[in-house]
């Protein structure tokens, strides 16, 4: 179906994306991470908290946070300081830590959880031999961010893998920092991926002495 140019309600409708904020979701700011972990512990979301942790530590895109394996972030019955992740659209294998705040809720949901090591972190309610699906995952950050209420259209899964290295540039400035942790192949990328501008170039220029 659909409307033809020469029918008088053609003029009349709406662009699918007027009123929506395309391009990058705004990276998460230190607050506003702590709001949401209190959200969920507040209602006794220990999953949701533990894939939250888990992805603002790990930085993975979202089709590579739901696919986690146990043996991915467990060794010798308790959770990696460091865990390397080979992401699903470059192929190339991306280190990271695991703070303790990550550590703990974790290990609190795999004590509940169960499973093999080679069982997914976060199986599917309708599958537990499978993983949460992206579009659970996207769902279910809504959730969080309209809990602390923030606007949903501001934010996705895609903030939660810019808001630790979006906090990290912020306080030092180091691009090839955030390079390495991102795994990007070039610096320009990071560029891009951070939403560096002139501003913050003169920023940087300006607390930088020779």
Request: with cysteine; net charge positive.
């Amino acid at each position: 179906m659909g409307h033809s140019s020469m029918d008088p309600a053609f003029h009349e409708l709406r662009p699918w994306n007027e009123g929506r904020l395309l391009g990058a979701k705004r990276a998460l700011k230190p607050q506003q991470v702590w709001a949401i972990r209190f959200w969920l512990d507040q209602h006794r979301r220990l999953r949701d908290r533990a894939l939250f942790d888990f992805a603002i530590d790990s930085k993975l895109r979202g089709c590579d946070v739901v696919k986690v394996r146990i043996g991915d972030i467990v060794a010798g019955g308790r959770i990696r300081d460091r865990a390397i992740v080979v992401q699903q659209k470059t192929k190339r294998p991306v280190q990271f830590e695991l703070v303790e705040p990550a550590r703990k809720t974790l290990f609190d949901w795999l004590e509940r959880r169960g499973g093999t090591l080679n069982d997914f972190v976060f199986p599917s309610r309708n599958d537990y031999m499978g993983h949460v699906s992206t579009r659970q995952y996207a769902r279910l950050v809504r959730e969080w961010v309209t809990g602390i209420g923030l606007q949903a259209e501001d934010y996705g899964t895609h903030s939660l893998r810019r808001t630790k290295a979006s906090i990290i540039y912020k306080a030092t400035g180091n691009l090839r920092a955030v390079q390495i942790l991102r795994g990007h192949a070039k610096i320009e990328s990071t560029v891009r991926y951070l939403g560096v501008d002139v501003e913050d170039a003169l920023e940087l220029s300006k607390r930088t002495e020779i």
